[in-house]
């Protein structure tokens, strides 16, 4: 019974406490941690033509024309900063964002958030270049940046908090059944 206790206690712990940044999310918000924020082109699955820019930079990465690995320096953004990534789609004309539903004209989320891409504090993002979301692959526009920190959505906390209640309710348990 200890050891079937012990083991849920584990994944328990395992889940609640995950740290939101190892999670994918759909809607998510960047912020920069500070730092050179470094853009890698990872392909591109679309029909249509589209290009990058952050924070108003120049567009960068026209997919069907950039080699995948051809990197981006979009300099130093200080910590804190919120980070606008853009795809522009050229015909028909468009402008996505990443982040939640309500920033894009079709409230409809059109960026994939992958945090700790690859390596330790790389996050890679898939846009979706279809109005209304179309086929929902986000691979139509693929790349990977650095710098950044992760803003949870609100069910992360919420599996944090019943993670530790969790935790909190097996270990009285366990106290009242020792005495």
Known sequence: MKLKS???????AGIGLAPATSMAALGDSLVASG???IATFEGSNASFDSLLSLNGSPLIFPNHATAVGTTYDFGDFVAGTALDFKLTVVDPSNVWHVGPASGNSDDVIHANVIYNYTELG?????FEDHPGGGDLDYNDHLFSFTNVNPVPEPETYAMFMAGLGLMGFIARRRKNGQS
């Not at 012990?6 to 328990?12: L, N």
């Not at 790389?122 to 898939?126: D, N, Q, Y």
């Open 6 to 12: 012990a083991f849920i206690a584990a994944a328990v």
């Open 35 to 37: 730092g050179h924020i």
């Open 122 to 126: 790389r996050t890679f993002v898939g």
